[in-house]
Structure formats: structure tokens, C-alpha cells
């Protein structure tokens, strides 16, 4: 598989482009579980702004909306702990949407730091097996898991961060967790935020994954995140104007 898409997080989750949502209820929502708020302003037409306070400790958020009351929700994006607000642009006129916000639990490996050659693909890189790309299950590196109630038990160890050309990296951990929903990518980027966010969204059990990088990525700290989902927040519900 050639450089193909860059991320599984499906931060293509991040593009859901058919996104559509809502004008504010009046008032403040109620707050969700363990005093997680999440409220919802048109701030133009098709524009909604999110923002969010409150909530028990965790590793992050995953935003999640829905088109009908009932569901079912579909994820947005998943942000780090430190984010509280997110713009969702140019939506679908004169549609209600509804907003929820779920926390993200897990322990999170030793991070590794990684420094790209400079430059772009060559033709040979392009050219090359690419199927070190894919996400693998590596039985060898699968060891019988732990709850992740039990952090320490269950955290990832081993991350090693292979390069394989200038835009390509190669990812493998052991995995210690017996009853993850998956695993996070997370890189904090030279010259970047301060803190780690979420990349790639990887399916449970996997412990091989490949990345192709973004330019502005030559030189970043990248750690992998075992997690579960916590409770959700309110149920934040707007309609978009008129196009």
C-alpha cells in the first residue's frame, strides 16, 4: 500500500465533511455525567462553535454528533484533555444536530522521539513495499492483558519508532491491556502545542502501525495510548440557518 492515507483516526473522522449542526437551546445545557457541560453556539449560519468545562480527569475527549435526537452518534474528532473548544465550519443549512462529549480513559506508553531526514519522498521511497503501513496484530508482542482499572498493568510498553523514509514511520509496542477499544496515536510536534494529541485512531489488539508524516512533522515525540471510553457529557442540540 503506497503512501496512502495518513492517519486512521480516521482523523478522516476529523473531515465527516456531511457535518451539520444547531442553534443553541436557550439556557445552559444540563450537565452530563460527573459534571461534564458541553454547549453548542451557532456563531454564524452554518458555523457551530463547541466549548466545554468540567468532567472527571482524563486522557482526552472524543466529540461525537448525530444528526437525529435518538442517535446514533458518530465521531467527530477525538482532542486532547487541554483542548475545550472546537469549531465545526461550513455545515449543512437548516439541519438540527446534536452534540455529546465522551471522555477518553487509558494509560499511555513511554513516549519516543523521532527525527525525519530532511526532504520529501524520493522516487524509490514511493516505489518501495509499503506494507509495513498496515496495522498488524503481533502475537509475539501480545501479552495477556490487564484491566485498564489497573494502569500500570496494562500499559503499553516497548514503543519503538522505526524510520522509513522521510515521511515514514514505523510504529510497534507490546500490548498489555485486556479490554481496550482501541489504541491512540499521540505526537506533540517540534515547534508545536505543548502537549500530546491524538493522530491515529488504531483498532484494538493491533501493535503494528505505520504513519506517513505531514511536513511540518520532521522532528516530534510520539506515544501510544490504550483507552476505553468514559460516560458522556449533555446533549448539546442546534439547527443551522439558511445557506
Known amino acids: 500500500m503506497s503512501a496512502a492515507p495518513r492517519r486512521a483516526l480516521p482523523l478522516a473522522l476529523l473531515m465527516l465533511a456531511l457535518a451539520l449542526l444547531a442553534a443553541a437551546c436557550s439556557g445552559p445545557p444540563p450537565a452530563g455525567e460527573r459534571g461534564l457541560r458541553l454547549t453548542a453556539t451557532l456563531t454564524t449560519p452554518t458555523d457551530v ?12 475527549w472524543v466529540l461525537e454528533f448525530a444528526t437525529d435526537e435518538g442517535g446514533p452518534f458518530t465521531p467527530l474528532t477525538y482532542l486532547p484533555p487541554e483542548v475545550t473548544t472546537y469549531r465545526h465550519p461550513d455545515l449543512m443549512p437548516e439541519t438540527p444536530f446534536h452534540y455529546r462529549l465522551v471522555t477518553v480513559r487509558g494509560p499511555a506508553s513511554e513516549p519516543v522521539d523521532v527525527a525525519l531526514p530532511d526532504g520529501e519522498l524520493t522516487e524509490e521511497d514511493e516505489n518501495a513495499d509499503h506494507t509495513w503501513l ?3 496484530t503481533r502475537e509475539a508482542a501480545t501479552v495477556p492483558g490487564a484491566p485498564l482499572a489497573t494502569p500500570d498493568a496494562a500499559r503499553p510498553t516497548d514503543l519503538a519508532a522505526r524510520i522509513k523514509h522521510a515521511n515514514g514511520i514505523h510504529f510497534t509496542w507490546t500490548d498489555r491491556a485486556a479490554d481496550e477499544e482501541g489504541f491512540l496515536l499521540e505526537s506533540r510536534v517540534e515547534g508545536g ?3 500530546y494529541a491524538p493522530i491515529a485512531l488504531i483498532a484494538p489488539d493491533v501493535n503494528s502501525y505505520g504513519l506517513i508524516t505531514l511536513p511540518e512533522e520532521k522532528t516530534a515525540s510520539y506515544r501510544i495510548r490504550a483507552f476505553t471510553h468514559g460516560p458522556p457529557s449533555n446533549t448539546a442540540r442546534v439547527t443551522t440557518g439558511g445557506g
Open 134 to 136: 498496515e496495522p498488524v
Open 193 to 195: 502545542d505543548p502537549f
Open 49 to 60: 462553535d463547541l466549548s466545554w468545562e468540567g468532567g472527571a480527569e482524563g486522557a482526552g
